[in-house]
């Protein structure tokens, strides 16, 4: 889940007087880059007009060529990658998170899990911008794992002003869910943009409801370079992640590149248990993040372990099954943005203009339908509990009525292509 970005650099439009020699960041990937043609930049520049320091963009129609295709609602399920890191199923995890006694062992995996999601970049996509959700659509999907378990995800725009996602997702035969909600807030900053990813994820360890939650904050976000020069992102600020009832907490720093000294990519953070600091974390997001414990538990004081390593394990990604367009309902992501889609990937940027602004035409006429009906959205698989977003869904204790509990309410009529429910699974 990078948000609006995309780990992704780009080669914008140049003002007079720009070096053609423009270099790449040396810690950035120099294959993530392209170069756009005359129409594209011209295009920018005619958009760049439009901008104004501090303006908020949330309502800037960005043009297509800068879309990698696929929504928002489908993009956090970059978070949903690595669940073998919370399951135990690796050579080097044995245990799953809730099977660790050890509080803070069970609040470092919850952390690996989170980290681990920020490196994933599609094969090829060198774009910075994901669609933009409108009111009402979902996204669904179905992991299907090595040992024969599954997991479940739906995500839904629950708000358009302010914009909010709410996603969900669960296993029950493996004792983890995931809820929370993000609302992004762009500014435009001369030769950046940066992102405000308000909101936060709750990852909940079924098999230890003494644990409660563990709540994790989000980095702010930075796409640099997007005036003159080559576009790269970078993750910066600090986000926090807490366990209030084992008094865990870790706070994370998202660094970003100084002028004259730093390094791209890199993060830094401590680990506490209440005010006795406990271990601190160091590394790049996008290759390799280390823990290095600093009291004799687990590991000797002062050694250090490997948190995830995104050069060795990045492609170890969790497929997940997603039904064919024509089983999806209309307002379902892949559906609902298909022509899009199909346009950007043949590069048909006039197909691809006309087809997203059909989308946000249909909602703008919905929209103003319901305004002068007296009518609120109201969202299908989300409600909104002292400000925080969460499923339409009381999630029985026993793993396999949990398990149909949660194949029902996603998919009240499972799609042709689904396959044996999982209550029909050995």
Not at 5 to 33: I, W
Not at 140 to 168: K, L, M, N, W
Not at 248 to 271: C, E, L, M, P, W
Not at 377 to 398: I, M, T, Y
């Amino acid at each position: 889940m990078m948000g609006l970005f995309n780990q992704a650099a780009q080669k914008v439009y140049k003002p007079r007087g720009a070096a053609d020699d423009d270099k790449v960041p040396d810690d950035t990937e120099p294959d993530d880059t392209s170069i756009l043609d005359e129409n594209e930049g011209s295009i920018i520049a005619s958009l760049i007009s439009q901008l104004r320091f501090g303006m908020d963009l949330h309502k800037v129609t960005f043009p297509t060529f800068v879309l990698e295709p696929r929504s928002m609602l489908e993009r956090i399920t970059d978070f949903m990658s690595h669940p073998d890191l919370l399951f135990g199923q690796v050579p080097t995890l044995p245990l799953s998170a809730e099977n660790c006694d050890d509080p803070e062992e069970r609040f470092i995996r919850v952390l690996q899990y989170y980290l681990a999601g920020w490196h994933i970049k599609p094969k090829g996509v060198k774009k910075p911008y994901v669609y933009n959700p409108v009111l009402g659509e979902f996204f669904r999907c179905r992991y299907d794992y090595p040992d024969g378990t599954r997991g479940f995800y739906i995500a839904e725009q629950v708000s358009h002003h302010p914009p909010v996602s709410a996603f969900y997702y669960v296993s029950p035969a493996n004792k983890v869910c995931v809820v929370g909600e993000l609302r992004p807030k762009s500014k435009f900053l001369g030769n950046s943009v940066s992102t405000t990813m308000e909101g936060e994820n709750r990852v909940y360890l079924l098999g230890r409801p003494e644990d409660k939650e563990y709540v994790i904050s989000m980095p702010n976000m930075y796409a640099r370079g997007i005036l003159w020069g080559k576009m790269f992102l970078e993750l910066g600020d600090s986000c926090m992640a807490k366990n209030e009832q084992t008094g865990h907490y870790a706070d994370i720093q998202f660094k970003t590149k100084g002028y004259f000294s730093g390094t791209y990519n890199a993060i830094q953070g401590r680990i506490r248990r209440g005010n006795t600091e406990t271990g601190e974390i160091s590394g790049k997001w996008s290759a390799v993040m280390e823990y290095k414990n600093s009291k004799v538990i687990l590991l000797r004081e002062g050694e250090k372990r490997v948190l995830f390593d995104a050069t060795k394990d990045g492609q170890n990604i969790a497929p997940k099954w997603v039904a064919p367009e024509e089983e999806q309902e209309t307002n379902e992501s892949r559906r609902l943005w298909s022509r899009l889609t199909k346009a950007i990937i043949a590069k048909d940027m006039d197909a691809a203009t006309e087809a997203k602004t059909a989308v946000e035409e249909t909602q703008r006429e919905q929209r103003r339908h319901m305004e002068e009906r007296g009518e609120v959205h109201v969202p299908r698989f989300f409600q909104e509990r002292g400000g925080r977003w969460e499923p339409k869904l009381q999630l029985p204790s026993d793993p396999q009525e949990a398990i149909q509990a949660v194949e029902r309410f996603i998919w009240p009529t499972l799609p042709p292509s689904y396959g044996p429910s999982s209550t029909s699974s050995p």
